[in-house]
């Protein structure tokens, strides 16, 4: 059965911290919806209703995107282990930039990465629990490090004319918002 809750609450925090992967979901008024998996040690609980993440280099830009036509977010988690739980996070989110205020303060939140692109600060409206009993079991082994080796070899310019032909506009042909 889902609860709801207007806020996390400490077991959620708990929860959260203990799985290696988390899910992104957003939509702009029209195009396609886009569900992102995310990794690393890029989330942040900020307070009962408020979380970021930060976002590395990928092929796409869709979330940023996104959020400049319509700022709703859902990031999940699930448990692949013992606990069979889902959590859901509901609300609004905006983008931070490189350059923009409030960057070098996110940024600190986080270790050191080469190849990050934004941070997403989101407002937190509900949190949902569900049941998760049909939830395979899997196992964590490692984090991957392609991405950092990718980003690494590019290096910083090469990772930022790599955002100007990738990334700058969604798979519908929305602007992402990055800087030229």
Request: hydrophobic share 40%; with cysteine.
């Amino acid at each position: 059965m889902a609860k709801q809750f207007s806020s996390f609450e400490a077991a959620h925090e708990a929860f959260i911290k203990d799985q290696a992967i988390y899910f992104v979901a957003t939509a702009a008024p029209d195009g396609h919806v886009n569900v992102s998996p995310k990794g690393r040690d890029s989330l942040r609980i900020l307070g009962p209703n408020r979380l970021a993440w930060r976002n590395l280099t990928g092929s796409g830009n869709e979330t940023a995107a996104h959020l400049l036509r319509a700022n709703r977010m859902t990031v999940m988690w699930c448990s692949f282990t013992t606990r069979p739980l889902i959590l859901r996070a509901y609300g609004t989110a905006s983008v931070i930039h490189r350059d923009e205020p409030g960057w070098d303060l996110m940024d600190a939140l986080f270790p050191p990465e080469p190849g990050v692109r934004q941070i997403f600060d989101m407002s937190v409206e509900l949190v949902q629990t569900s049941c998760g009993y049909a939830v395979p079991f899997m196992d964590f082994r490692s984090e991957r490090d392609t991405l950092n080796q990718w980003a690494e070899a590019k290096g910083e310019d090469g990772v930022e004319r790599y955002w100007q032909e990738k990334n700058r506009r969604s798979i519908d042909g929305f602007p992402t918002g990055l800087p030229e």
